[in-house]
């Protein structure tokens, strides 16, 4: 196999000579939600630094680095910051942190991530189940030649988001009161926010938010088996929604004020995960 397995597999022995710990579930924290992070029961850290060949994170506000710990008494392994395919890596990159903490252990993928709203019916602050993705306008990271040992050349891709998944985090939210809607993710590359007419042609094909992430890391981690789940916090409504200008501030602002019941949405749910891994 090529030099990117190759890569993958260092890494992969370089972490495991630093900690023996097994997780069960792979969080991968998105804008605004690196804090939850620094309230597991922590056990070992890994910087993306240290490790050769690993992608680094330049965008503000991600922190980049593994946290291995508990929630609750389930094992976990945290992605402080993730990499995005606007910094210039190529897919495989990208997902190579998600794939690497599959072969750690996990066997669960919850991701996260801050979103534009594009269905009406949401507001800034609303948190969205993803039931279903679209990731037809970036690349695949399955691109290129399969790497066997992870996973199958066709991978099926008819439940992305585990229904069992879904149902305990819409149990989790409804016994926290946490208002929680669901919908469909649509992957654009960034780095610039949509146009209102690629917001408009998204809500056509059936998207209800947009981001700059987490597809590819789905597409990935169903390649080599993981369960998925995920949930988008939507920051601000998506271009053209509304006759306002985007920014990142916005977005920083939104995932600020809600950060303390997106926390609370995905430590409870992983608790509750911890009977089904
Ligand atoms: N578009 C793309 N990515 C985003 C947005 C958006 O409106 N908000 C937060 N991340």
């Known amino acids: ?28 924290l998105g804008s605004g939600l690196g804090a939850l992070a620094d309230e597991i029961q922590m056990e070992a850290t890994i910087s993306y630094a240290d490790i050769h060949g690993f992608p680094k994170s330049t965008v503000e506000g991600h922190k980049g680095r593994y946290v291995f710990g508990y929630l609750g008494k389930v094992p976990v392994v945290i992605m402080q910051g993730r990499v995005h395919y606007y910094e210039g890596y190529s897919m495989s990159e990208v997902v190579l942190p998600t794939r690497l903490m599959g072969l750690l252990g996990a066997e669960i993928l ?37 790497m066997d040992s992870l996973g199958c050349r066709f991978p099926d891709m008819s439940e992305i988001y585990r229904k069992d998944l879904q149902r305990i985090i819409m149990e989790t939210a409804d ?29 056509l094909l059936g998207a209800d938010a947009c981001g700059m992430s987490t597809a590819c890391e789905a597409v990935a981690a169903n390649h080599m088996g993981m369960k998925i789940c995920g949930v988008s916090c939507i920051t601000n409504m ?40």
């Open 1 to 28: 196999m090529g030099t990117e397995y190759d890569t993958l597999m260092q890494a992969y022995e370089f972490c495991r000579k630093q900690t023996d710990f097994r997780p069960k579930v792979a969080l991968i």
């Open 110 to 146: 919850f991701l996260t991530n801050a979103a534009g709203g594009i269905r009406k019916e949401f507001q800034p602050g609303t948190l969205m189940l993803i039931r279903d993705q679209i990731s037809s306008f970036v690349p695949s990271p399955l691109i290129g030649k399969n």
């Open 175 to 203: 016994s926290l009161h946490i208002p929680l809607e669901s919908g469909v993710y649509i992957q654009f590359t960034g780095p610039a926010y949509e146009s209102p007419a690629e917001v408009r042609m998204a809500g």
């Open 238 to 277: 998506a271009s053209g929604i509304l006759d306002v200008p985007l920014s990142h501030q916005e977005v920083q602002e939104t995932a600020d004020r809600v950060a303390g019941l997106f926390k609370a949405l995905v430590r409870e749910s992983i608790k509750r995960m911890g009977d089904i891994v």
